[in-house]
């Protein structure tokens, strides 16, 4: 038995069966672009975590600030004794989000903690309930974001009842649908303001590329034309960057692409370079709309985690990760596409930065929703990468899609082994 087959052995005695993994290897260290297993096996990082460590692992400035930082306090609660760093990440927050307006920002533990805050942000600031959401959208795991994520399984199955007031309308996904952006979000529209009513919605919540649901760009105009009606109807628009933030997309956050500036903007995930630290920033009369001791958690915005934030942040502004985020798309996307060309299973490279992903279907094949997906294709490519040493995501509402985040400091090298390895199992 290698270490890793022993390790499993114990953690499938030890470890609840809900919790998931990927792969059965252990990790025993973990750098910019590369894990190493306890067996000593290397595999090339296509996942960062699922884009937490967009400074790569163990990166060297955050290495620094947190070992500073555990030396000086570990925790005090920011609700008790407050310290410097959480005032400097919120300012960093509000200086590096979308929009010149004045800002504020809190900070919590993890995207879905951050979700729930910007709902209960919206609905005390709007004194509205509902809150709009769309297909396919991904946005955490507690009751009250398992009701605001789409997928049934596994997110949701069984563990109903859901929180209420939530409301779902259509996507623009321009590979299934065929829609220019303005007539998805006026369907989108239409479909609120006739079942929820205008005036009823605090807040339309939307990741500005999907995540988990399929690395789903909407069609350009789509995100403008919601914030748009949002703007006009009194309903604040919060954009999910959990996933596509800090430099993910090619700039410091995807809302930018479009030129919308949300009202509120929850972050997680790339934040801090894997430690765990979540926040939402907004307009501060919406922010502070909130009474005092309205917010907050024993955990939010622990000191170690600011540290490792203002670190991290500090590294993605040194190294421009948001240019090698569009570099990273620049070496992955025309591989990507001459590999779309030769394999017509391929029905669609898509993405932005270092957010890229293939849509797998059946060749030919197609029904009610666009394109037949094929699951089962992509469980097998997916397979057959981890047998060859690449750590490989898939995603999707339809399970259909193969997903590419690495951490955004790894080379062109590294970059070219993984396409190299990926066309053979191809
Ligand atoms: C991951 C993710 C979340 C949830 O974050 P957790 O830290 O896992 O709670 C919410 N929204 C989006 C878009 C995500 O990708």
Same mark, same amino acid.
């Given at each position: 038995?290698?270490?890793?087959?022993?390790? $499993?052995?114990?953690?499938?005695?030890?470890?609840?069966?809900?919790?998931?993994?990927?792969?059965?290897?252990?990790?025993?260290?973990?750098?910019?672009?590369?894990?190493?297993?306890?067996?000593?096996?290397?595999? !090339?990082?296509?996942?960062? &975590?699922? =884009?937490?460590?967009?400074?790569?692992?163990?990166?060297?400035?955050?290495? %620094?600030?947190?070992?500073?930082?555990?030396?000086?306090?570990?925790?005090?609660?920011?609700? !008790?004794?407050?310290?410097?760093?959480?005032?400097?990440?919120? *300012?960093?927050?509000?200086?590096?989000?979308?929009?010149?307006? %004045?800002?504020?920002?809190?900070?919590?533990?993890?995207?879905?903690?951050?979700? *729930?805050? /910007?709902?209960?942000?919206?609905? $005390?600031a709007t004194g509205r309930q509902a809150v709009v959401v769309f297909d396919h959208a991904y946005h955490g795991r507690?009751?009250?974001?398992?009701? #605001?994520?789409?997928?049934?399984?596994?997110?949701?199955?069984?563990?109903?009842?859901?929180?209420?007031?939530?409301?779902?309308?259509?996507?623009s996904y321009p590979f299934r649908d065929g829609l220019p952006g303005a007539d998805a979000a006026a369907l989108a529209? @239409?479909?609120?303001?006739?079942?929820?009513?205008?005036?009823?919605?605090?807040?339309?919540?939307?990741?500005?590329?999907?995540?988990?649901?399929?690395?789903?760009?909407?069609?350009?105009?789509?995100?403008?034309?919601?914030?748009?009606? +949002?703007?006009?109807?009194?309903?604040?628009?919060? =954009?999910?960057?959990?996933?596509?933030?800090?430099?993910?997309?090619?700039?410091?956050?995807?809302?930018?692409?479009?030129?919308? %500036?949300?009202?509120?903007?929850?972050?997680?995930?790339? !934040?801090?370079?894997?430690?765990?630290?979540?926040?939402?920033?907004?307009? +501060? %009369?919406?922010?502070?709309?909130?009474?005092?001791? &309205?917010?907050?958690?024993?955990?939010?915005?622990?000191? !170690? +985690?600011? =540290?490792? =934030?203002?670190?991290?942040?500090?590294?993605?502004?040194?190294?421009?990760?948001?240019?090698?985020?569009?570099?990273?798309?620049?070496?992955?996307?025309?591989?990507? *596409?001459?590999?779309?060309?030769? $394999?017509?299973?391929?029905?669609?490279?898509?993405?932005?930065? +270092?957010? #890229? /992903?293939?849509?797998?279907?059946?060749?030919?094949?197609? @029904?009610?929703?666009?394109?037949?997906?094929?699951?089962?294709?992509?469980?097998?490519?997916?397979?057959?990468?981890?047998?060859?040493?690449?750590?490989?995501?898939?995603? &999707?509402?339809?399970?259909?899609?193969?997903?590419?985040?690495?951490?955004?400091?790894?080379?062109?090298?590294?970059?070219?082994?993984?396409?190299?390895? #990926? *066309?053979?199992?191809?």
């Open positions: 038995m290698n270490a890793s087959e022993d390790i $499993h052995k114990r953690r499938t005695a030890a470890v609840a069966r809900g919790v998931g993994s990927m792969i059965t290897s252990y990790v025993d260290h973990a750098s910019g672009g590369t894990l190493t297993d306890v067996d000593g096996r290397e595999w !090339i990082d296509l996942a960062a &975590g699922i =884009a937490v460590t967009n400074v790569g692992n163990a990166s060297p400035r955050v290495v %620094e600030a947190v070992r500073r930082q555990v030396e000086r306090f570990t925790h005090t609660c920011f609700m !008790i004794a407050p310290y410097e760093s959480y005032v400097a990440v919120c *300012e960093q927050l509000n200086a590096l989000t979308p929009g010149t307006f %004045e800002k504020r920002s809190a900070l919590f533990n993890s995207g879905a903690e951050a979700v *729930e805050n /910007a709902v209960k942000i919206a609905r $005390h507690t009751n009250l974001t398992m009701a #605001l994520t789409a997928k049934a399984m596994p997110y949701k199955h069984g563990f109903g009842p859901f929180a209420g007031e939530i409301y779902r309308v259509p996507m529209i @239409g479909m609120i303001e006739k079942q929820v009513g205008a005036d009823q919605v605090a807040a339309v919540l939307i990741e500005p590329i999907q995540g988990e649901g399929g690395f789903i760009v909407p069609a350009p105009g789509f995100l403008p034309a919601i914030a748009a009606w +949002a703007r006009a109807s009194g309903a604040l628009f919060v =954009a999910d960057e959990i996933q596509t933030g800090f430099c993910r997309t090619g700039d410091w956050f995807a809302s930018t692409h479009e030129g919308v %500036e949300p009202d509120l903007i929850t972050t997680a995930k790339g !934040i801090a370079g894997g430690l765990p630290l979540a926040g939402v920033t907004g307009r +501060a %009369e919406l922010m502070d709309a909130v009474h005092v001791g &309205g917010l907050g958690g024993t955990y939010g915005g622990n000191p !170690i +985690a600011c =540290a490792a =934030a203002l670190a991290s942040i500090e590294t993605m502004r040194e190294l421009d990760l948001a240019a090698a985020a569009r570099r990273i798309e620049s070496v992955l996307r025309p591989r990507l *596409e001459s590999l779309a060309a030769t $394999h017509p299973f391929i029905g669609e490279v898509r993405g932005r930065g +270092a957010m #890229l /992903a293939l849509e797998i279907v059946v060749p030919g094949a197609s @029904g009610a929703s666009g394109p037949t997906p094929d699951p089962a294709r992509t469980a097998a490519i997916q397979k057959a990468a981890h047998q060859a040493g690449l750590l490989l995501l898939t995603c &999707g509402t339809y399970g259909n899609v193969i997903r590419f985040l690495p951490p955004l400091v790894m080379d062109d090298e590294t970059l070219t082994r993984a396409l190299d390895a #990926l *066309e053979s199992v191809l």
